[in-house]
């Protein structure tokens, strides 16, 4: 539970989702999953392997 209040709302997830599509490239710009809460290293992490596995 109180890891789950650190992690970022749907709009900053969002917004970060965007900030490393921009910089790892057009194959990371999908829609991030219902009810999951990325913290904003993981969106990275997930932007990075996306694109390595492209």
Same mark, same amino acid.
């Given at each position: 539970?109180?890891?789950s209040?650190?992690?970022p709302g749907r709009d900053?997830?969002?917004a970060? &989702?965007?900030i490393y599509a921009r910089h790892y &490239?057009?194959?990371a710009k999908q829609a991030w999953p219902e009810g999951v809460n990325?913290? &904003?290293a993981e969106i990275?992490?997930?932007c990075r392997?996306?694109?390595l596995l492209a």
């Amino acid at each position: 539970m109180f890891a789950s209040s650190l992690s970022p709302g749907r709009d900053q997830q969002d917004a970060i &989702g965007a900030i490393y599509a921009r910089h790892y &490239g057009p194959v990371a710009k999908q829609a991030w999953p219902e009810g999951v809460n990325w913290t &904003g290293a993981e969106i990275k992490s997930c932007c990075r392997l996306a694109s390595l596995l492209a």
